[in-house]
Every structure is written in structure tokens, then in C-alpha cells.
């Protein structure tokens, strides 16, 4: 059988049955890879079970009238599904949310989600999945139904791109998407036409495309995206929890940075809070809700306070305006560029440059543990909404372990210290830490032995919304390094997290469970080595420079009580401290010395190979598919492979195939050098024929070797290599480049 024959027959097997089933699988796995994303907000915010239903029916529906329904009447149905789904999700707004909801406020998050916004940020965020996943699931599945698989491909890959977009769809799901789309077509073109490569080629090169372009969108400024192209260093840890704005991931060990961040001139020492926290995602942190920009005083807690000013100095380029909790007041030219978030804090949409002051008022609360205690559990359902939401997922284990700490207590605040003190008494500090899998606060609960300050922080948080008690988690400095009476310096290794707890009529009160003792060991000895190693940028002219931290005094107690009462206090508002946390460049080694510069390296010394991080190596296969796509389709693959041809013979065999080897590779250099072979030309014919354009006698000897190796009596092995020689011989000549290379 001839090969035209052979690829005849291949390409008809391949119709049929088959194909058409493995292009409703590829349509089924791309459909799954978006639902993915959508069942894990489900799973963040709750609603798993209906979002289940509602896909399932999607689905049935599509497949019960796909045959009945005509394209138009199946596009209105989707039209009115997504339409259907917005009008729930802005049904089921907080009213505070609703009043904001203007056509430019929805153009605003349209074009946030898609540079970078995540779902897990909308307020609604389990809401709007249920909303949005019907509209393409039905139509991508009723126009496979009907076997149109490239427009089915088509509805997928472009929802897919959305949450490729707002940051949701990892490099996996991305890349699983891509795929499953490329050979979902291919199997539609072998299905209607038995072949096709050349239209895969230019599926492929528009799914690249596709994904490319959104990865490099999601990373325009403000975005949350990560950079196709990350850094080169590791990022500290002071940049994932104080500089992530809107999401913080838990990662595993850190290290410890003691550059000199900013100064604080107050006559009160507190935590400086940078942003708070509310949705939980089971390995991290979403700040949810949109931000508003400044524009005057804000509203102060509901009970008591007092009031505080600061006036911060900017001792590097930060991106933060961290202050004492409740800030009411900023003044200084960055007000003009600030926001306010709906958890009440303040960020800059600009960069601080070093040297630049602000001053903001806080009205900080003012409370005793009896007031704590006598506070009401009627929380606003608002803040019930917000601050007690716990992924699907979470293990159960989790919310009996709650329940036998602080289940026998009848109040929210003595709850949050019995928390409070088992996480202090029963886990152990440390940097050096494995990134657990799975759910933060269950793998700290139950499998590890220490953590620092963000498995403390999540863990607590965790506890208190199982018991019933809203609560958040918090990201901002200790007090830092007291230089004079009014004025304290904060470095980048006094970065750290802490809990609050909403507490009727006086709203968020701080709670720390992360053990201070350890955490000042630890920051003392990274200063005193820094000092002594000479880093750059760890002191200011006021601070001391000798091996020791100056430790910080406690404040004056904010309320009359007795010794007792003062000490349960303190609990509720931690005593602020130089308290160390958790800050670094990258992860040492177990058992390092904290801040010690570590390198992994194998047992004879040379470094370990450091691997691009998934996504970039994803993406990177992504491309590649568009690239080699793009070649294919272009005929550089082709061009390329004949010339490779030509240049190599190849190890020697039979006398008669060497013949006809070295006569096809002078047929290919003759086409790249004069023309091709015409129909019905014999090659003797087609190489005398260019002999005016000055073709030597040898060629002709190689033409006359093929044809009695093909249809005469053969040829010797002499005959055979004095054919390869020749060629060889023609190729240097037509290659100036390889000609010198090979002299050298």
C-alpha cells in the first residue's frame, strides 16, 4: 500500500464514534477546569451544594433541548441565565453595598475583574459563581451537543480566559484548559473533514495567544497577577503579609529583614495596622469589598476612645500608610492619593518616597475586660456575614478542638483569651517551618509543632469564628525600637499579624497569640548580627548601635482596675512591645540561625539547580504549543527539517538506499537553489536540464547512481559513497556558514 494510500485510510479511521468522543471529553475537561475555579468560591464563602445543583441542571437541560432548541433560542437562554444571575447578586448585596452601586462603580469592577481582581474579593463572592456558571456551562454543552465543538471550544476558552484574567485559574487549570480546547478541536476537524492539522495549528496559536495575553494583562498596575517573568530573589515576608494589599497566601520558613522602614513620632505606643482581613480561604487571606477614596474625617469606633496622633516618616519607599487602630484623620500630601478600605483602613495609591511625612489622628478604643465581657452576641448581619464565614471544607476535627478550649466559656471575650492562652502555651515559635497542604489553621492544630506569627494569627481567627465570635486577621508592625520619649523605629522585622475580635459598643479589639518572648529573642539577635555584619540601612542617627535592641516600656494603663482586672485587660489589649516577627528574604534550612544568609547545597558543595516556579513554567509551555503551532502552520517547521535533511546523510546502510538518500538531499538543495521537480520529470531530465546554470558533471553521476539503484542492477559501495561525497561537497559550497564553522 502507498503511503498517500496508507494516510488515506488513517485519516478516515480517525472519523466517526471516536472522535466525536473524544471531542465532547476534551469539551467536558475545558467545562471543568473553570468550574474548578467556581467550586472553590463556593467552597471559600459557602454554597457548594447549590452550585453543584445548578451546574447539574445546566448541563441536563443542554443535553434534553439541544436537539429542540435552535442557536438563536439557546443564545437567548443564556443571555437570560446571565442576566438572571446579576440581577441575584445584586439582589443579594449588603444595602451599604447597594447605595455604592452606580454604572460607574459597575464599569470600575468590570475592568478591576479583568485586571486582576479576584472572585474571593467580591463581597458576594459565593453569590456571583452560582450566578455566572450556568450561562456558559449551557451553551458551551448545548453546541456540543449539536456538534459544534470549535464554537462549544470557544465559549469555554473565553471563560476560562475570564478567570485566567482575575487571577483565579492557577497555572495548572490554565494549561489542563489549553490542552483539552487544542485536542477538543483537532478531534472536531478529524470528525467532519478526516484531517486538518493545519486548522489544530491555528486553534492552538489563538488558545496561546489567548492565555499569554491574559497573564501578561493581569499584571498591569494595581493588579493582582503575578509577573509572567517573577523576580529573581525570593520575596520576603514582610512583602507577602504587610505589602500584600488585597491577598496573602501562608507560605513556609522566612528570614528575618532589619532595614529601618519608617519612624513613628507618638506620644502612645501601639501596632501599627496596615489592612485587616476578613474572607478565609483555607491557605490564606482575602481582603474583600472595593476601596473609596479619602476625602475627610471618618467614622470612629462606637464606644469610648481616645485620641492619638502620629506623625510617620517614610525611612525607604513604602506603599502602606500604617497607623494606630481606629484612624479618623490624614493629613500630608499623600491624603489626596489615599483610600479607605471597608474594613476601615487606609492605603496609598501611590509610592512614599523616603523622607515623605503624614500625619494621621486615631481614635483609639477604650474599654475594661468587664465591659468585654458584658457585650452583647446581637452582632449586625453585616458583621456576622463577613466575620464568621469558614470554607466547606474545613475539617471538623477543627471545630471540636474550638469547642473543648473555649466551649465551657459563656462570653465572646473570655472565649478569645482561653484561645488566646492555649495557642501561646501550646505551640512552640519558630521561622523555620514546612508550607503546610491543605487548611492553615487544621495542619497548625493538629500537625505541626510551631509556626510563627501568621499560624498563630489564622489559627486564632479560625478558632473564634468556629465558637460563634467575629473575628479577623490583621497585618501591620510592632512598635518598634523606642529612640526617644515620643518617637520609635520600625524596622521590616517588626512586621507581623494579630486577631481582632468585634465586640458590640466598642467594636475591634486586638488580641496577639503569638508568644512575644521567643519573638524578641529573635529580633535582638538578627539586629545585634546584623550591626555586626555592617548591613546598610538598620539604623537611624537616633537609635543606639550597640548588640542590644533598646527594649520597649510598657504603656500606662488605660483604665482604673484592680491588679486582676488590669491583668485581664492587658489580655484584651496587648501590651505593646519591640516585639519581633516575621519579615524575611528567603527560606532557610531548618535549624538555621535566623537571619543567617543560607544556600542548599549538596554534599560536595555545588548548589542545587533553583527550577522556574510553576505558573512561569506553565506559561512557558503554553507559548512553546503556540510556537511550534505557529511554525507549523508558516512551514518553518518543514523548511527546517529539509534543510537539516540536506546536510546530513546519516549513517551508511545498504549501497542502494545510501544512493537514493544522497540523491533526494541534492534534489532538496536544487529546489532551495533553482526550482522543483516538475510532474512527469525524470531526475536525469531535471538535473540536465539545470546544467546551463553551471551544475557540474557530479550531480549527474548522483542522479545516474539513483536510477540504477532504484530501477537498474544496483550500485557498489564505492558508487554509493562517491554519491554521498558529492553532495556533501554541494552543500558546503551553497552554505558559506557551515563551510567555515567545519574549518574551524
Known sequence: MSTEARERVGSLSTRGPGARTVALVSILVLTGTYLSVLYRVTNVVGGRTTFVGIVAGAFLFATLFGRLLGVRAAVLVTV??????????????????????????????????????????????????????????????????????????????????????????????????????????????????????????????LLAAMVLSAATVSVVPGAEGTPLLPNRGSPTMEANLVDAQDRISVVGSIRLSPKVRFTVESSDADYWETAAYDRYTGDGWVRTGSTNRYSGRLRGPPGAAETVEQTVTAEDSISILPSAWRPVALEGDVASDAEVTQQGNLRPTRTLREGEQYTVTSRVPLYTSEELRRSSTEYPDEIEERYLQLPDSTPDRVRQRASEIAGDEDNPYDKAVAIETYLEENKRYSLSVNQPSGNTADAFLFEMDAGYCVYYATTMTVLLRSEGVPARFVTGYTPGEQADDETRVVRGLDSHA????????????????????????????????????????????????????????????????????????????????????????????????????????????????????????????VALAGLVAGARRTGVTERAYRLLSIQYQGARDDPADDAVRAYRRLEALLERRHRSRRTGETPRAYVESLARTGLDDDARRVSEAYERARYGDGVTREEADEAVAVVDRLVRESTPVLRRLRRN
Open 80 to 205: 437570560s441565565l446571565l442576566l438572571g444571575g446579576f440581577v441575584l447578586y445584586v439582589y443579594t448585596l449588603p444595602r451599604s453595598q447597594l447605595e455604592l452601586l452606580t454604572p460607574g462603580r459597575i464599569v470600575a469592577d468590570t475592568v478591576a475583574l479583568l485586571t486582576g481582581l479576584s472572585v474571593l474579593r467580591l463581597t458576594g463572592a459565593g453569590v456571583w459563581a452560582i450566578a455566572i456558571a450556568p450561562g456558559p456551562v449551557f451553551l458551551s454543552w448545548y453546541l456540543a451537543v449539536r456538534r459544534r465543538y470549535v464554537a462549544a471550544v470557544a465559549v469555554g476558552g473565553l471563560t476560562l480566559c475570564l478567570f485566567v484574567l482575575t487571577g483565579d485559574a492557577g497555572e495548572l487549570t490554565t494549561l489542563v484548559g489549553v490542552v483539552a480546547g487544542t485536542v477538543a478541536v483537532a478531534a472536531a476537524t478529524f470528525d467532519r473533514y478526516g484531517a486538518g492539522v493545519a486548522q489544530v495549528d491555528v486553534v492552538t496559536i
Open 498 to 621: 494579630w486577631v481582632e475580635a468585634y465586640f458590640e459598643d466598642v467594636g475591634w479589639v486586638r488580641f496577639d497569640p503569638t508568644p512575644s518572648g521567643p519573638r524578641e529573642t529573635v529580633e535582638s539577635t538578627r539586629l545585634t548580627e546584623a550591626r555586626q555584619n555592617g548591613e546598610e540601612g538598620i539604623d537611624t542617627d537616633e537609635t543606639q548601635t550597640t548588640a542590644t535592641p533598646t527594649p520597649t516600656p510598657d504603656p500606662e494603663p488605660t483604665d482604673e482596675e484592680d491588679a486582676d482586672t488590669e491583668s485581664d485587660s492587658e489580655t484584651a489589649t496587648p501590651t505593646p512591645s519591640n516585639d519581633t516577627d516575621d519579615s524575611g528574604d528567603a527560606t532557610p534550612p531548618p535549624g538555621a540561625v535566623p537571619g543567617a544568609d543560607t544556600t542548599t547545597e549538596t554534599d560536595e558543595g555545588s548548589s542545587l539547580p533553583t527550577f522556574p516556579p510553576g505558573r512561569t513554567f506553565a506559561l512557558g509551555l
